[in-house]
C-alpha cells in the first residue's frame, strides 16, 4: 500500500491565538476600560493573525547559535551567531513594541497588561526570543530608575526603540560559579579607572561570568565587587558593559570586533532546551564599564530588573500552557476513535483531562495577569502602599507557582495527542523542554519562597494581602455565596492557615510549602474576582466561572496544599534529621532520631 492509500490521519488547524481563547476576551473585558480596549483588541487580533499567518513559519528557520572562537590563522574572534529565524523572529517582537510598549506608556497603567498581553500570544512561537527581550526590558527599566542622565540618552531609547535595525538588547550578567543565586559571593571585581566617560564613572571588570544568556547583545547589566568579600552583597556595584567598543559611535562605522572590550566567550552552554539562546560561559579581562546608581548599592539598584525578568518567567509559562492547550484541544475536534466513529471532543473521560489543564491554565493567567496589573500600577505612580506590598509579595509566587505547574500541564496535553504528542512536530516536546527552565531562571521555588518570606517578614504587606483577600470574599453577591459556599469555608480555611505560616519564629521547613499555598490562595481569590464580576454583568459564563473557582479550589490540590503547610508547621529537627539519613544515608543520624 502506497502511504497515499489507506487512512490518512486529519490535519488540525489551531484557532486564533486571542479569539478562540477561553481565558483571554474576558479577561480583556474586565480588567481594561472602554476606550483603552476599543483601542488595544483591534491590534491583539491583527497580530494574532501574524502569529498564524507569518510568524510561526519562521520557526523552521530557528537553529541553535554556533560559536567561532578562532579564524584559521589562530587568531581569537569569538564569532557567535544566532540563527536566522531568531533573528527575525526577536525583530517582529521589537516591531510589535516588546518591550517599547512597557516605555511609551500610551495606554498608563495598562500599558504592562496591554504589552504582556502580546507576549502571551507569541510565546509558543517565540523560540526563547523573550529571554533576551525581557533582559533589555529589566536593562531599560533600571537605567530609567537610576541611570547616568547620559545613559537615559543615549542608551535607554534604543533599548525601548521599535526600530530592530537600532534597537539596543541587553544580557544579564549575575550568575558565578561559587554562588548560583547567592551573588553575595561574586568574584568579578571592579576598579575605578578613575576618569568619567560620556556615560558616567569608568571601571574596569576582572571576573567569569557562569550563565550569560543573550550573549549576543549590545550591552549588559552585571555585578561586580567594589567592596570588600566580607561585606557580601553590600560590596557591589551594578555596571553597564558594552560587548564592544566604542559602544556610541557613527551608524557609519564599521562594527567593532567582539572582543574589543576584552570579553573573551569561553564556551556555549549545553542546555536541554532553550537551545536558540545563546547561553554562554565568559571572561571579563580588563572590560570597559560604567557605573549604573550609587556605589555598592548594585543589589539593591538590580531589584527592578530582577522584579521584571521574573513577570517575563510568569508570562512565559503561562504561554506555553496557551499553546499546548490550543494543539491538543484542535486535535480533539478532528481525531476520531472507536472505528472512526466518534471524535476525542465527543468521549467524556478525554474532555475530563483536557478540562483539568484548562483550569490550570485559567488560575495561572488570572493570578500572572492580576500581579502585572499591579506592575503598571506602581511603574506608573498608580499604586498605593498596600498594592506596592502586594507586588512584592505576588511577583515571586507568580513566578515561582506557573512555573511549579506548567510542566504537568505541558505533559498533559502532550499525551494525550497519544503518540503524535511525543513527537517534535507538534512543538509541545520543544515546549516542555523550554517551559523547564522557568523553574531555574530568576529564581528555583525554593530561593523566591525566601524571597517571599522577606517579604513578609514586613508585617503590614501580609496584612495587605489578607485585607484585599477579605474584601474579594466579601464582594461575592448572596446568591454567589451560596452557589460556592464549600469552596468558598476552604478559601478562607487556607486564607487563615496562610496567616499563621508566617507568624514568627516561622520553621526551617516552611518556606517552600508555604509559596505554595500562597500560589493557590492568590489564583483562587482572582479567579473569584473574575467570577463575581461575570455574575455582575450578567455574562453567559457566569456558571461556568463560578465552576472554574469550585474545582480550582476542590480539585486542583488547595486542600492538600494547606496539609503540606500543616506539616511542615509542625516538623521537628527529628525530620530534618531523617531528611538527611535518607537522602545521604547517614547511619548515625537515623539512629539519633530514633527511628
Not at 502602599?385 to 500541564?409: C, D, I, N, W, Y
Amino acid at each position: 500500500m502506497r502511504i497515499e492509500e489507506g487512512f490518512q490521519i486529519p490535519l488540525f488547524e489551531e484557532g486564533h491565538p486571542l479569539l478562540s481563547d477561553p481565558v483571554l476576551p474576558a479577561l480583556l473585558r474586565r480588567t481594561f476600560p472602554a476606550d483603552v480596549l476599543n483601542e488595544i483588541e483591534p491590534d491583539l487580533v491583527r497580530f494574532g493573525n501574524a502569529i498564524q499567518n507569518d510568524i510561526r513559519a519562521l520557526g523552521a528557520r530557528v537553529a541553535s547559535p554556533t560559536l567561532t572562537q578562532y579564524d584559521q590563522w589562530g587568531k581569537r574572534i569569538d564569532d557567535l551567531r544566532s540563527s536566522e529565524g531568531f533573528r527575525l523572529i526577536k525583530a517582529r517582537a521589537q516591531e510589535e513594541g516588546l518591550p517599547g510598549i512597557f516605555y511609551e506608556r500610551k495606554y498608563g497603567q495598562y500599558s504592562r497588561p496591554y504589552g504582556f498581553l502580546k507576549a502571551l500570544l507569541i510565546t509558543g512561537d517565540c523560540h526563547m526570543t523573550f529571554c533576551p527581550l525581557a533582559m533589555t526590558d529589566g536593562a531599560a527599566r533600571v537605567i530609567e530608575l537610576v541611570g547616568s542622565p547620559a545613559m537615559k540618552e543615549h542608551i535607554y531609547p534604543r533599548l525601548v526603540s521599535r526600530d530592530p535595525s537600532r534597537a539596543y538588547v541587553s544580557g544579564q550578567w549575575m550568575t558565578e560559579r561559587p554562588g548560583g543565586s547567592d551573588v553575595s559571593v561574586t568574584e568579578t571585581t571592579a576598579t575605578s579607572d578613575d576618569k568619567t566617560h560620556l556615560l558616567g564613572e569608568q571601571y574596569t571588570l576582572n571576573g567569569f561570568k557562569w550563565f550569560s544568556s543573550a550573549t549576543e547583545s549590545d550591552i549588559a547589566i552585571a555585578l561586580a565587587r567594589t567592596g570588600t568579600v566580607a561585606a557580601g552583597s553590600r560590596g557591589l556595584s551594578l555596571f553597564l558593559v558594552p560587548l564592544r567598543t566604542p559602544l556610541l559611535r557613527d551608524s557609519t562605522a564599521p562594527v567593532p570586533s567582539a572582543n574589543s572590550n576584552r570579553i573573551f566567550v569561553h564556551r556555549l552552554k549545553k542546555k536541554i532546551g532553550t537551545e536558540p539562546v545563546p547561553t554562554a560561559e565568559l571572561s571579563l579581562e580588563g572590560s570597559e564599564a560604567y557605573l549604573i546608581g550609587q556605589l555598592n548599592q548594585g543589589v539593591k539598584s538590580i531589584t527592578p530588573v530582577l522584579n521584571i525578568t521574573r513577570a517575563w518567567c510568569a508570562v512565559a509559562s503561562v504561554g506555553y500552557i496557551r499553546r499546548c492547550l490550543a494543539i491538543a484541544s484542535s486535535y480533539a475536534n478532528v481525531r476520531a476513535i472507536q472505528g472512526g466513529q466518534r471524535l476525542l471532543r465527543d468521549t467524556p473521560l478525554h474532555v475530563a483531562q483536557l478540562a483539568g489543564i484548562n483550569i490550570t491554565y485559567r488560575a495561572l493567567a488570572h493570578l500572572v495577569f492580576g500581579t502585572i496589573r499591579l506592575l503598571g500600577k506602581s511603574e506608573c505612580g498608580r499604586a498605593t502602599r498596600e498594592e506596592e506590598g502586594m507586588l512584592r509579595a505576588l511577583t515571586p509566587v507568580a513566578k515561582a507557582f506557573a512555573a511549579e505547574k506548567t510542566s504537568g500541564a505541558i505533559e498533559e496535553a502532550m499525551v494525550s495527542l497519544g503518540g503524535q504528542g511525543y513527537m517534535e512536530e507538534t512543538q509541545i516536546g520543544r515546549l516542555l523542554r523550554d517551559s523547564l527552565v522557568e523553574k531555574i531562571w530568576e529564581g528555583t521555588a525554593t530561593v523566591l519562597s525566601l524571597d517571599l518570606l522577606r517579604a513578609f517578614k514586613e508585617s503590614w504587606v501580609l496584612q495587605a494581602f489578607v485585607a484585599w483577600a477579605k474584601a474579594v470574599i466579601s464582594s461575592c453577591s448572596e446568591t454567589l455565596a451560596n452557589t460556592i459556599e464549600e469552596p468558598l469555608r476552604v478559601l478562607k480555611t487556607a486564607l487563615g492557615t496562610l496567616e499563621s505560616a508566617y507568624r514568627p519564629p516561622v520553621p526551617t521547613l516552611l518556606p517552600r510549602p508555604a509559596l505554595m499555598l500562597m500560589g493557590y490562595v492568590a489564583s483562587a481569590l482572582f479567579l473569584l474576582e473574575q467570577a463575581v464580576w461575570s455574575q455582575a454583568t450578567g455574562s453567559i459564563d457566569s456558571l461556568l466561572d463560578s465552576e472554574v473557582f469550585r474545582r480550582w479550589i476542590m480539585e486542583a490540590g488547595l486542600v492538600a496544599a494547606i496539609e503540606d503547610v500543616i506539616r511542615a508547621q509542625a516538623a521537628s529537627k527529628e525530620r530534618e534529621a531523617t531528611d538527611v539519613a535518607l537522602v545521604f544515608g547517614r547511619v548515625g543520624e537515623v539512629a539519633r532520631v530514633k527511628l
